[in-house]
């Protein structure tokens, strides 16, 4: 017992007498009495006059003498958490920024219309007639407009245009185009960019093309440079998570992303249908966007990066040569299109949306769909039967309407965008960035996303607050999405922006 629980205490031997009968009669015993001793009104009294003749200045510090001990322990907590709150804070990854990106408009003289372009296909004499009309079948119905751009190169020149000389020449031009705008409009330096992303699926040069904007710039001697080849068309988004993923090690730094495609260096001289259809839909175009993680950075940023799902089909054979470069019979070399393009690209959407709907959908929006999975596996999973409708077959697409304001979805060919808006249950609102893009500069691979965010800019359709879907399909197979959030409204661009001298036209009838 403590020695304050004793003094609560009193003890007293009381004398019982002789004990008359038992073991121990005849013997004179005694008993211990335990009571709670009452309170020590004297001590009290004491306290009282020793407290009433202290000075105030004796109180006081008799008071804090007392008290020191516990003032210490509060304060040795608060460090504690104060500590760990800074440590929590610090060490979480720190949000990404989308400061600004420009999207590269070539010149007015590299402007080809659909007739054009056949019309140089018959010019070049590489083509035998039912190669140039099955050209001509697929451009006529494509979704794309008489407004897109094509290299130099393959306009003027009857030779072969995938040589390294016409590539490097073309990555120039866009690359560079397109560079020139991004630091123009955010006011950066060259030597300011701490880290650069560059991809391009088909022209790999040595030196890199990241190596090449390095010159070109007199960049930093110490700047993280990658390039990403042969990534397909959704190697933007790919290029987005590898800078988030370096600036996350290497905070405080300026990214830069460029993505591209060399359309005179895929230009395909041979007969192969499956090979031709390239030609058909790929136009020039290059985006760059400056990326940060820097605090101070907020302010002046236009978006922060939510969320990246990616998703890789490679370890499936079809998936892996739905999109296949190779030489034909006559060693002439090109992009291979499968036509089970559209059906593998549904299965990689419908892998990529699963993971990506309990990041975004709206609680209600997941125990609809979860309901439905159940539903449909209880008391729908046995042998179809043929007189139910294929409404009742059809699984439940969650409205991905109420996760996201504005959708990038990559243009990539009509059909294709006509199957994604039939499988999301997209309206044609959502879809215009989409089919305007696709009319105005054709498919530029992965840089397209951003011609379409440049559109809605352009419309003044982004205010704050606003979700932007990005959504692109790749080689390999891939299908990777992209979740931004608008930090301000985003007014009409005065200049720098490649809708702008058409932006009026649009959206124009597709019909």
């Given at each position: ?120 296909a018959r010019k070049s004499g590489k083509f035998d007639e039912e190669s140039l009309e099955f050209q ?46 991004l630091f123009e409009k955010t006011g950066i330096r060259p030597k300011d960019v701490g880290i650069l ?249 992965s840089s397209s996303i951003w011609y379409e965010l440049a559109y809605m800019e352009a419309k003044e ?51």
């Amino acid at each position: 017992m403590a020695s304050n629980e004793r003094d609560m205490f009193s003890a007293e031997i009381v004398n019982r007498g002789i004990e008359s009968s038992g073991p121990n009669a005849g013997s004179l015993t005694f008993s211990v009495r335990v009571r709670r001793r009452l309170p020590d009104f004297l001590q009290s009294v004491n306290l009282n006059a020793e407290v009433s003749s202290l000075s105030r200045e004796d109180l006081w510090k008799k008071i804090w003498d007392e008290a020191s001990y516990d003032l210490a322990s509060v304060l040795s907590s608060l460090a504690v958490f104060v500590f760990t709150f800074t440590l929590y804070f610090m060490s979480r990854p720190r949000p990404i920024y989308l400061i600004d990106f420009a999207c590269y408009q070539p010149d007015d003289e590299l402007k080809v219309s659909r007739d054009q372009l056949i019309e140089l296909a018959r010019k070049s004499g590489k083509f035998d007639e039912e190669s140039l009309e099955f050209q001509k079948r697929i451009v006529m119905s494509s979704g794309i407009g008489d407004e897109t751009y094509i290299p130099r190169s393959v306009i003027a020149s009857s030779e072969n245009t995938a040589t390294m000389k016409e590539g490097r020449a073309e990555a120039s031009m866009v690359m560079f185009g397109a560079l020139d705008e991004l630091f123009e409009k955010t006011g950066i330096r060259p030597k300011d960019v701490g880290i650069l992303v560059v991809n391009c699926s088909i022209f790999n040069p040595t030196p890199s093309l990241s190596a090449m904007i390095i010159n070109h710039y007199k960049m930093r001697g110490n700047i993280l440079s990658y390039n990403l080849g042969g990534m397909g068309c959704s190697a933007g988004i790919i290029a987005v998570d590898l800078a988030r993923d370096i600036l996350q090690s290497n905070p405080g730094n300026y990214a830069v992303v460029v993505s591209t495609e060399m359309v005179g260096f895929n230009w395909y001289q041979g007969k192969e249908r499956s090979m031709l259809i390239p030609n058909c839909f790929f136009r020039m175009g290059c985006s760059a966007l400056l990326v940060s993680n820097r605090r101070r950075d907020y302010s002046r940023a236009k978006y922060r990066l939510e969320h990246i799902v990616r998703t890789h089909k490679g370890a499936d054979d079809r998936s892996f040569r739905c999109v296949y470069q190779e030489e034909d019979d006559q060693k002439f070399k090109g992009l291979k299109i499968s036509r089970d393009l559209i059906e593998i690209g549904g299965e990689a959407l419908k892998t990529n949306i699963t993971t990506l709907g309990p990041l975004v959908l709206p609680f209600s929006e997941q125990l609809i769909f979860f309901a439905t999975l159940v539903w449909r596996n209880l008391f729908g999973g046995g042998k179809s039967d043929k007189n139910s409708s294929s409404s009742s077959k059809k699984p439940y697409i969650p409205n991905y309407k109420l996760a996201f304001e504005h959708f990038c979805v990559h243009a990539a060919s009509k059909t294709i965008l006509d199957e994604l808006q039939k499988n999301l249950e997209l309206s044609d609102k959502n879809m215009e960035a989409s089919r305007m893009t696709l009319h105005r500069f054709g498919n530029t691979s992965s840089s397209s996303i951003w011609y379409e965010l440049a559109y809605m800019e352009a419309k003044e359709k982004v205010k704050r607050g606003d979700r932007i879907w990005q959504l692109a399909f790749g080689s390999g197979f891939k299908c990777n999405s992209a979740v931004w959030r608008s930090m301000r409204r985003v007014a009409k661009p005065s200049s720098r922006n490649p809708w702008l001298d058409s932006i009026n036209a649009y959206p124009a009838s597709l019909n």
